[in-house]
């Protein structure tokens, strides 16, 4: 079974999966967050260090794209493979409102016909990449999936990686694992995607009867970065590794970044991070309101030595609200 850790805009820059890759292990393939492409595609300095992490170990890690026209996304991806990116995934999973407005991400389930002339497109001649898909089971409601599935997999993906809600659920509701049992026969590798935050969400996927190649894992793995690690098996992380990953992001961010931005990113991080130690709430807290780096550090230092790891390091999503693209 294989373990994808998902893209997550405002979290899982290379910094980000850089340091994840140092410290834990598990995790078969890394996904950077989306970049948005339209016709005379060029990349932001933030893309461009993406993209330039990413080639550094193009085994590890695909690339997904946004957009919805097929000769400006032909061109990003050979441009793409041209520095050596080799493994590349198209979002049809953006919910946001001003993505789905120009009928890119999630907005494109809303229109079969669009989709289709856009696979035509894409695979009209051969792509130097494989080329996967990400996407939810429809736009207003999962009724739409079979239509949707029909037409997803009778395009050569590489893979496809199904978000089991519907564009309007955002990231909320229950995920509609039914739709497991209706896909089409196909040699096509199937990754699920949604709640997975535990090792027991995990197994329960594993069991017989699921077609699936791999799962992939998001604001669980955010929460609790030894995730991957403990669905394998491979033993409890202990809180001097999730602290010494800890200091690496604080200390990678701190040289890449004003402090400004840092502290949104840390901030952003421990929002999900926080539920490894026991009573982390009132440091969390504090820490969003550290005016400088040398306070941020002092804080974050504390908070490691005096809170021990929860029994229950695990994401709980009825205790966020709900964000992301
Ligand atoms: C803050 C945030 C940012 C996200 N950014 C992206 C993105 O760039 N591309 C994408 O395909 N999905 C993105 N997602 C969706 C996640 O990849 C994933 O599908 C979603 O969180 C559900 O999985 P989970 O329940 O394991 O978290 C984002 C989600 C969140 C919460």
């Not at 695979?123 to 130097?128: E, I, T």
């Not at 995920?175 to 096509?188: A, D, G, K, N, Q």
């Not at 004003?258 to 026991?278: F, K």
Request: hydrophobic share 40%; net charge neutral.
């Amino acid at each position: 079974m294989k373990l994808y850790f998902a893209p997550l805009e405002g979290i899982t820059d290379g910094t980000y999966i850089a340091a994840h890759m140092a410290q834990f292990l598990g995790v078969s393939k890394y996904f950077t967050p989306f970049i948005s492409v339209s016709e005379g595609f060029n990349l932001s300095k933030k893309e461009d260090s993406l993209i330039s992490f990413a080639a550094h170990d193009p085994d590890s890690c695909a690339v997904q794209l946004l957009g919805r026209e097929p000769s400006a996304l032909r061109q990003a991806i050979e441009k793409l493979a041209r520095v050596g990116i080799n493994d590349i995934n198209l979002n049809l999973g953006c919910p946001s409102g001003t993505v789905t407005a120009k009928g890119k991400g999630s907005g494109l389930l809303r229109t079969p016909d669009a989709l289709k002339s856009l696979f035509d497109g894409l695979f009209s001649s051969p792509l130097p990449v494989r080329l996967s898909v990400k996407t939810r089971i429809g736009y207003d409601s999962p009724d739409e999936w079979p239509r949707l599935a029909e037409t997803l997999f009778s395009y050569p993906f590489s893979e496809i990686i199904i978000h089991a809600r519907v564009r309007s659920q955002f990231y909320k509701g229950v995920c509609h694992r039914e739709i497991l049992s209706v896909l089409p026969h196909t040699s096509i590798p199937v990754i699920y995607n949604g709640d997975i935050f535990s090792p027991e969400d995990a197994r329960a996927l594993m069991a017989p009867g699921y077609p699936l190649e791999g799962i992939m894992l998001g604001r669980g793995i955010v929460a609790f970065p030894a995730l991957a690690e403990e669905i394998l098996g491979l033993g409890t992380p202990g809180k001097a590794r999730l602290k010494r990953f800890f200091d690496a992001l604080l200390y990678a961010f701190s040289e890449s970044m004003p402090y400004n931005a840092l502290h949104g990113r840390m901030c952003e991080i421990l929002s999900y991070m926080g539920a490894c130690l026991d009573g982390s709430k009132r440091y969390l807290k504090r820490l969003r309101k550290a005016k400088t780096l040398d306070e941020y550090r002092t804080l974050s230092e504390n908070m490691f030595d005096e809170l021990e790891l929860s029994s229950c390091p695990y994401f709980d999503h009825l205790s966020l609200s709900d964000s992301g693209s």
